[in-house]
């Protein structure tokens, strides 16, 4: 399903979203649809991959009219401009099209442009919980596992024989008497 959709609730075999575009209401299988927050695309730049937010962020603040979503060069010169580290032979013309079309949809619902989880953030986090394993107490270590006692009284060849149970003798076929 192509465009933007709110997740409204979900389920364990799909989920109900609503269009962004047309506030209409639909289940969505995930047998048949797959699903991609915001958040986790990426795009190429010539550096490390930025997030779609980044991209999104910095047409906003360059504050310039979209160009035409028809017209391939005014899409590439549009975002030449606005971010120049894309790399734009692996960002096709179709995907710089797609996100001029999400910016619109997006500041026309009034929908705020961010990252729910700030990097910074978890980054603060993976520090604390290595300062909080510093101040751990040593873990004990495990006791030797001690042998099992050994069966001293029966013969090898009893033993295995007493561990396979005894096999049952098919009964003979009666014949027929004609």
Request: aromatic share 6%.
């Amino acid at each position: 399903m192509p465009g933007l959709y709110e997740l409204i609730s979900s389920k364990s075999d799909g989920a109900i979203v609503r269009s962004l575009d047309d506030q209409s209401t639909k289940f969505a299988s995930t047998r048949q649809h797959q699903f991609s927050h915001l958040e986790s695309i990426e795009i190429y730049t010539v550096r490390d991959n930025v997030n779609l937010t980044d991209v999104l962020t910095a047409m906003e603040a360059a504050g310039e009219t979209l160009p035409d979503e028809k017209n391939a060069n005014a899409v590439k010169a549009y975002f030449e401009k606005v971010y120049p580290d894309m790399d734009f032979e692996r960002v096709y013309s179709s995907d710089m099209k797609k996100m001029l079309k999400w910016y619109s949809v997006i500041k026309a619902k009034g929908i705020e442009i961010k990252l729910t989880e700030q990097p910074v953030e978890e980054e603060e986090a993976v520090e604390e919980v290595a300062e909080i394993e510093e101040k751990k107490p040593a873990k004990k270590t495990a006791k030797p596992a001690q042998p099992k006692e050994e069966k001293k009284d029966v013969p090898k060849a009893k033993e295995k024989a007493a561990d396979k149970a005894p096999k049952k003798k098919a009964a003979p076929k009666k014949k027929k008497e004609d």
